[in-house]
């Protein structure tokens, strides 16, 4: 795969040849700031190639594609789609638009001066943010030997306090609202989820609530997109309180609001949800019922 520098590529434009400069971020990326004179054709998109053709019909024209830096693999991919759909002449910036900026190269679009990721980097609020339980979800996914379930439950309330930029709160779930999501007869799906409501799964008479008290919640230093903050705390469920640590996506809104999005798996049994499990049974048949719980969150937050 040829990759081309940056000095190289200014001597070749210096010279008056244009070869068909691609940027295969994402539109919005590529709207807000690109390499001047650069077309768009997002790679991410399932129509990419009949982009590329429409860009350009003769297939032997030189074509330098480029995304963010080395570490970013979208040019990579596009080189790659790109010669074995039948390009002859693919080359990929080296470094990507961060290496054109740094090197003095020109920038064009809707805010060419701004920072690259400046969009992407979380700006954490000061005080007390609450969240809107109405905008946010809980997911969940049990699994057993033939297959899994799915479904949701309503979160009831929460806030977070922000000091710099740690943070701690909770989090309340209204555990009798626990709802499935892919057993479609009505009557089949009554009986799961009220075997789960039940003694043998998470006990909602005796316990409707679960409570994640969140001790911190402090900023993790990575690229943009990535888990942001490492949260820590103790999540009471089940009446059994045991310590719990996660990632999580923290990302600002418009007008104040932001998310928080995390993805995890939980071992029931440390919060006596025993109900099938093979580590504490035997001879369980078609009763196995796997420990982990695949949770997924999204919050949304209001100051």
């Given at each position: 795969m040829?990759?081309?520098?940056v000095r190289?590529l200014?001597?070749i434009l210096?010279?008056?040849?244009r070869?068909?400069?691609?940027d295969?971020?994402?539109?919005e990326?590529?709207a807000?700031?690109?390499v001047?004179?650069?077309v768009s054709?997002?790679v991410?998109n399932?129509?990419?190639?009949d982009?590329m053709?429409?860009?350009?019909?003769d297939?032997?024209?030189?074509?330098?594609?480029?995304g963010?830096?080395d570490?970013?693999?979208?040019?990579?991919?596009?080189?790659e789609?790109?010669?074995?759909?039948g390009w002859?002449?693919v080359?990929?910036?080296?470094?990507?638009?961060?290496?054109?900026?740094?090197e003095?190269g020109?920038v064009?679009g809707?805010?060419?001066a701004?920072?690259?990721d400046?969009?992407?980097v979380f700006?954490?609020?000061?005080?007390v943010v609450t969240?809107l339980?109405a905008?946010?979800?809980?997911g969940?996914?049990?699994?057993?030997t033939?297959?899994?379930?799915?479904g949701?439950?309503?979160v009831e309330s929460?806030?977070f306090?922000?000091?710099?930029?740690q943070a701690?709160?909770?989090v309340?779930?209204?555990?009798?609202?626990i709802?499935?999501?892919d057993?479609?007869?009505?009557?089949?799906r009554s009986?799961?989820?009220?075997?789960?409501?039940?003694?043998d799964?998470f006990?909602?008479?005796?316990?409707?609530r679960a409570?994640?008290?969140?001790?911190?919640?402090r900023p993790?230093?990575?690229e943009?997109?990535?888990?942001?903050?490492?949260?820590?705390?103790?999540l009471?469920?089940?009446?059994v309180?045991a310590?719990?640590?996660c990632e999580?996506?923290?990302?600002?809104?418009e007008?104040?609001r932001m998310?928080l999005?995390?993805?995890?798996?939980?071992?029931?049994t440390l919060?006596?949800v025993?109900?099938?499990?093979?580590k504490?049974?035997r001879?369980?048949?078609?009763?196995?019922?796997?420990?982990p719980?695949?949770v997924?969150v999204?919050?949304?937050?209001?100051?």
């Amino acid at each position: 795969m040829a990759v081309i520098t940056v000095r190289e590529l200014r001597a070749i434009l210096d010279r008056g040849d244009r070869p068909l400069l691609v940027d295969v971020l994402f539109e919005e990326r590529f709207a807000r700031q690109h390499v001047s004179g650069a077309v768009s054709a997002c790679v991410y998109n399932v129509t990419f190639l009949d982009q590329m053709a429409e860009l350009v019909e003769d297939r032997d024209k030189p074509v330098v594609v480029y995304g963010v830096d080395d570490e970013d693999h979208s040019a990579m991919v596009a080189e790659e789609k790109l010669l074995q759909a039948g390009w002859i002449s693919v080359f990929r910036l080296g470094g990507g638009i961060r290496a054109w900026i740094r090197e003095g190269g020109s920038v064009e679009g809707e805010a060419p001066a701004s920072d690259l990721d400046e969009e992407a980097v979380f700006q954490a609020p000061s005080g007390v943010v609450t969240v809107l339980p109405a905008e946010s979800t809980i997911g969940w996914e049990g699994r057993n030997t033939s297959g899994s379930h799915r479904g949701s439950l309503d979160v009831e309330s929460g806030s977070f306090r922000f000091s710099s930029d740690q943070a701690s709160g909770e989090v309340v779930l209204d555990m009798r609202s626990i709802r499935n999501h892919d057993v479609e007869e009505e009557s089949l799906r009554s009986v799961l989820v009220a075997h789960l409501l039940s003694e043998d799964f998470f006990h909602t008479d005796a316990f409707p609530r679960a409570r994640l008290a969140i001790e911190t919640m402090r900023p993790l230093h990575r690229e943009p997109r990535q888990p942001n903050h490492a949260v820590q705390g103790t999540l009471e469920l089940r009446g059994v309180r045991a310590p719990f640590e996660c990632e999580a996506t923290l990302e600002n809104l418009e007008a104040g609001r932001m998310t928080l999005e995390a993805h995890f798996d939980l071992d029931r049994t440390l919060w006596g949800v025993n109900y099938g499990s093979a580590k504490l049974f035997r001879y369980l048949g078609y009763h196995l019922v796997f420990d982990p719980i695949s949770v997924n969150v999204r919050l949304v937050l209001e100051a």
